[in-house]
């Protein structure tokens, strides 16, 4: 077994059955004094997997990021207040003339998030202008549809 830090023994086989938030403490603070131990051996004696302590290191976000996530939130909003019919496509162009850089699928995340997204109802017709049966829209409609005479 290998020493958790100078000086001291090996780790005990019980540290493993710690609660998980102390074992991730224990990785934690095993990172920020430098320890002479790997991240994977640590992760392999505590028993929690390795991919979280990664995982951990990309979710962290600069004040700066939150900032310019919220502005970007606002900007999407203001769009939206003064032209409610566009859809993600349309604010994202919209974005981009103002200056933004920034992805399509960002902002549609962004107006999910933020239950912006335009929702069209449409009604939908047959050629002879009838409304379509429920088999075709999805929607129960009143109307009957007359057969085509040609069919018989």
């Known amino acids: ?3 958790v830090s100078v000086g001291e023994g090996t780790a005990k ?6 609660p998980l938030k102390q074992r991730h403490a224990v990785i934690e603070h095993a990172c920020e004094e430098k320890q002479p131990i790997s991240i994977r051996h640590l992760c392999e004696l505590l028993q929690v997997n390795r991919a979280w ?11 700066s ?5 919220v502005a970007l939130r606002d900007a999407i909003e203001k769009i939206i207040l ?3 019919g566009y859809g993600y496509r349309r604010v994202t ?4 003339r103002d200056g933004w850089k920034v992805n399509h699928k960002h902002v549609l995340r962004i107006m999910r998030e933020e239950s ?11 050629t002879a202008g009838e409304p379509l049966p429920e088999k075709y829209t999805g929607k129960k409609t009143s109307a009957r549809i007359a057969r085509n005479a040609s069919l018989k």
Do not use: I, T
Not at 65 to 69: P, Q, S, W
């Open 1 to 3: 077994m290998w020493a």
């Open 13 to 18: 086989k019980s540290v493993g059955q710690a």
């Open 53 to 63: 302590y990664y995982a951990k290191q990309h979710v962290q976000v600069s004040p």
């Open 65 to 69: 990021k939150r900032a310019e996530e």
């Open 82 to 84: 003064d032209f409610s």
């Open 93 to 96: 162009h919209a974005l981009r």
């Open 116 to 126: 912006l997204l335009c929702h069209v109802n449409c009604v939908c017709q047959d």
